[in-house]
């Protein structure tokens, strides 16, 4: 049941320094960042006459379930009947194919759990993040986000920004990192699978700190009074 709490409630994790002070998440920063892709996606929907938060609202659904059975095989362990009733029949059907996309890149490569759902702080930036997998892959220690989306949109795209976050806390908390990927798995059936190493790791680390940045300048600029 612990485990079933805990995938309800990642978006909300709540993370603190050594302090005990809460530190916004990986997530919450990365969050700053335009996402023109979206945005059309959205006028696009709306167009369609689509309620887009009930169908984000499912899609997170199935994503969220998803990575839990993704975190199932790749501990070895079944999954937890409880948890999946707690899911409706399309979340089902979609999570299964994300999980049939994820086999077919296992098959592809040699992985060697290290750890997974890696919650962690940085204490130099101040910030917290949920790190998917931690494998060795094909013999090198590989940082591995899991995102379960129809595309990735570029070398601009704020996902790998993101992954660029949760490099810079594995590092600082000495996991050594040799290369950084994102493995996408459609929810799709006709979607599968990529499997990218991120572009310019470090033009994505200095994007990340100037969002860190960028977050106090607009928490600070929320406290002036006018």
Same mark, same amino acid.
Request: proline content about 4%; glycine content about 6%.
């Given at each position: 049941? /612990?485990?079933?709490?805990?995938?309800?409630? %990642?978006?909300?994790?709540?993370? %603190?320094?050594?302090?005990? %002070? !809460?530190?916004?998440?990986?997530?919450?920063?990365?969050?700053?960042?335009?996402?023109?892709?979206?945005?059309?996606?959205?006028?696009?929907?709306?167009?369609?006459?689509?309620?887009?938060?009930?169908?984000? $609202?499912?899609?997170?659904?199935?994503?969220?379930?998803?990575?839990?059975?993704?975190?199932?095989?790749?501990?070895?362990?079944?999954?937890?009947?409880?948890?999946?009733?707690?899911?409706?029949?399309?979340?089902?059907?979609?999570?299964?194919?994300?999980?049939?996309?994820?086999?077919?890149? !296992?098959?592809?490569?040699?992985?060697?759990?290290? /750890?997974?759902?890696?919650?962690?702080?940085?204490?130099?930036?101040?910030?917290?993040?949920?790190? $998917?997998?931690?494998?060795?892959?094909?013999?090198?220690?590989?940082?591995?986000?899991?995102?379960?989306?129809?595309?990735?949109?570029?070398?601009?795209?704020?996902?790998?920004? *993101?992954?660029?976050?949760?490099?810079?806390?594995?590092?600082?908390?000495?996991?050594?990192? $040799?290369?950084?990927?994102?493995? !996408?798995?459609?929810?799709?059936?006709?979607?599968?699978?990529?499997?990218?190493?991120?572009?310019?790791?470090?033009?994505?680390?200095?994007?990340? %700190?100037?969002?860190?940045?960028?977050?106090?300048?607009?928490? *600070?600029?929320? !406290?002036?009074?006018?």
């Amino acid at each position: 049941m /612990a485990e079933k709490a805990l995938k309800k409630n %990642k978006a909300h994790v709540v993370y %603190k320094n050594a302090a005990g %002070k !809460r530190v916004p998440g990986v997530t919450t920063i990365c969050g700053i960042m335009d996402k023109p892709a979206l945005v059309s996606w959205a006028n696009r929907m709306g167009l369609e006459g689509i309620d887009t938060r009930s169908y984000v $609202d499912s899609l997170a659904g199935a994503g969220t379930l998803a990575h839990y059975l993704v975190e199932c095989d790749f501990r070895n362990v079944d999954p937890d009947p409880d948890v999946l009733r707690e899911y409706a029949p399309a979340d089902m059907d979609r999570a299964e194919n994300s999980l049939l996309s994820y086999y077919e890149w !296992r098959k592809v490569h040699v992985v060697t759990p290290i /750890a997974n759902e890696i919650q962690l702080v940085s204490e130099k930036l101040q910030v917290g993040g949920t790190c $998917d997998i931690y494998a060795e892959v094909d013999t090198t220690k590989t940082l591995i986000d899991i995102k379960t989306c129809k595309a990735l949109y570029g070398t601009t795209d704020e996902k790998w920004t *993101q992954v660029a976050g949760y490099y810079l806390i594995m590092e600082e908390n000495g996991y050594h990192v $040799d290369e950084v990927y994102i493995l !996408r798995i459609g929810r799709d059936e006709s979607e599968g699978f990529e499997y990218v190493p991120i572009p310019d790791l470090s033009l994505h680390i200095k994007r990340f %700190k100037t969002c860190r940045e960028l977050y106090d300048i607009n928490s *600070q600029l929320r !406290r002036v009074k006018v």
